[in-house]
């Protein structure tokens, strides 16, 4: 059956970087008689599908996500937001792995495990707000351990 047999919007789009090829194609469809779940997902509009297509070093692999979308049908625009959110996912996780080693965190008691993350983004935001000291945010955190005048002014977003 082809795309527009089956109702479905499509891009394509590729990015050479770095040693590393990826082809990224989006279908969506907004012809969602058929789900049964349709009435428990409200303002549901569009399901897209993407095929992500990565070449590393010659190696090649290919994975396939599915999303929903209150979105009308349009292959271009759900791709550009679906990568532009991982984008901003992937920037804030790499800050908090590699500034506050979330990765090796072992606190699981309690409410610990859903509070840490939290407190770990509001400081990462109180940090990111300070913009008259110029250092990354590794050393904004130490900064602020040491010197306990900055540490208020960071928390009064006085910086």
């Known amino acids: 059956m082809e795309l527009?047999?089956?109702g479905c919007d499509y891009f394509s789009s590729e990015e050479k970087s770095r040693n590393r090829i990826e082809k990224r194609e989006i279908w969506t469809a907004s012809n969602l008689e058929?789900?049964?779940q349709l009435k428990d997902w409200e303002g549901l509009r569009s399901l897209a599908c993407v095929r992500s297509t990565r070449v590393v070093k010659g190696k090649e692999t290919m994975e396939w996500r599915y999303y929903?979308?209150?979105l009308e049908s349009n292959a271009e625009r759900i791709?550009?937001?679906i990568r532009t959110h991982w984008s901003v996912e992937n920037?804030?996780?790499w800050q908090l792995d590699v500034s506050y080693r979330e990765d090796c965190?072992?606190?699981r008691k309690d409410n610990g495990a859903e509070n840490f993350p939290v407190l770990r983004r509001?400081?990462?935001n109180l940090l990111k707000a300070d913009k008259k000291t110029k250092a990354g945010i590794k050393n904004k955190r130490s900064k602020a351990g040491w010197n306990k005048d900055y540490m208020i002014e960071v928390l009064m977003g006085k910086c």
Do not use: Q
């Open 68 to 70: 929903i979308s209150s």
């Open 34 to 36: 058929w789900l049964p």
């Open 122 to 124: 509001a400081t990462l």
């Open 91 to 93: 920037k804030l996780h």
């Open 105 to 107: 965190c072992k606190v």
């Open 4 to 6: 527009e047999e089956a």
């Open 79 to 81: 791709g550009k937001a």
